[in-house]
């Protein structure tokens, strides 16, 4: 009786150091909470800066290394994504975002979501739905696009 008493008392000490100890994480969740907002935020940006012909913006918020791979089957570097925005070859008129979910691992977030993007490529008028996953990374304060991969969604 002695030794279930013991085991008793020695279980509920560990069960409340147990729930004790998940208190912190809970502080984590508003620095990951903080991480999705300013993730959301760069998203919002880089789509904004693909409609102005913002250059400097996309500079900042894509990766040296990004791999953009799109609905096409096309891919593009960070230099070459640039470069067909400068010459006209892919021209961005409007770009909706819609759904989007943000998973931050550490200094890596994911993103899925969908847009609705109208837009001129190579003199070919898009007016379609993509749903998209995206991949940041932290470097610094500052969010970086490392890769994207879209597919056209059914009308």
């Not at 509920?12 to 999705?36: C, H, K, L």
């Not at 490529?121 to 739905?129: F, L, P, R, S």
Request: proline content about 1%.
């Amino acid at each position: 009786m002695k030794s279930i008493l013991t085991l008793g008392l020695f279980l509920s000490f560990y069960t409340v150091q147990a729930q004790t100890a998940v208190v912190p994480s809970a502080g984590m969740s508003t620095t990951m909470q903080g991480d999705e907002n300013a993730v959301k935020k760069a998203e919002q940006q880089r789509f904004e800066a693909q409609v102005k012909k913002d250059y400097a913006a996309l500079e900042r918020l894509l990766a040296d290394d990004m791999l953009y791979v799109h609905s096409s089957g096309n891919t593009d570097t960070k230099q070459s994504y640039i470069q067909s925005i400068k010459d006209g070859k892919s021209r961005y008129d409007a770009i909706e975002p819609g759904e989007m979910t943000v998973r931050i691992y550490g200094g890596t977030a994911v993103i899925n979501g969908i847009c609705t993007v109208k837009a001129v490529n190579n003199g070919t008028t898009i007016d379609t739905k993509l749903r998209y996953t995206d991949v940041y990374v932290r470097k610094g304060n500052q969010w970086q696009m490392v890769a994207w991969q879209s597919l056209k969604m059914g009308q």
